[in-house]
């Protein structure tokens, strides 16, 4: 599947679009789509296949399977060339955004203040969890850089995506802060930046500006081993 189409505007509550595939009655390929599906610590989206005849199939899982995203709907009957409309469950979406955007925003301060890899995170519709690889932390400490995180999201920093091809990407400084990660397996990258705060290969969705992002807060940090630290983050608006 070419690059879908949520890559290029992830504000697209909805798009028109057709059957491109139908398995098992209920796992519906479509030639593009602004569904996510889940990946990458982000959550798959839901929302609505509305068929031209005005049948609603509601989606209730989206993953990626050899290269193409297949949505899971909640009833039979679509067919290979039928023309649908997708509607987004926005709210569901837009929280994952901020959400998105905020683990880079943290993480960034946090490789730019200890040199920390991320070693996971996941995000939902509450809460941030993230997961990085730093010897000593307290919560005092660790409060500072969510305290710098907020200022740097208060900024009104433009997120910018865009591609670049593989071997010009790796030359950018500090793309991949995922600790033993290797760089995707693609000719073209798909770049998130956050100018003078993260910059990262990234496929997901995010806000056009850090402003959105709202108030973070930490809701808890737990010890998961030797130099292994989790913090759950919430936005507070």
Known sequence: MKNPKYMYDSYLKEFDTVVKSVNNDKFIVLEDTIIYPTSGGQPHDTGKLIRKD???FNVIFAGKFNGEISNEVDKPGLKVRDSVKIVLDWDRRYKHMRYHTAAHIISGVLHEQTGALITGNQISEEKLRI?????????????????ISNKEAEKDIEVKAYFKPKEEAMKLPGL???ANTAPPDLDILRIVEIPGVDLCAD???????????????????????????????????
């Open 203 to 237: 496929g997901g969705t995010h806000v056009h500006s850090t402003k959105e992002v709202g108030k973070l807060e930490i809701l808890k940090i737990e010890n998961k081993g030797k130099n292994n630290r989790r913090m759950y983050v919430v936005i507070s608006d």
């Open 54 to 56: 005005g049948e609603i």
């Open 131 to 147: 997961d990085f690889n730093l010897d000593n932390f307290d919560r005092e400490e660790l409060q500072k850089y969510i305290d």
């Open 176 to 178: 991949i802060k995922l």
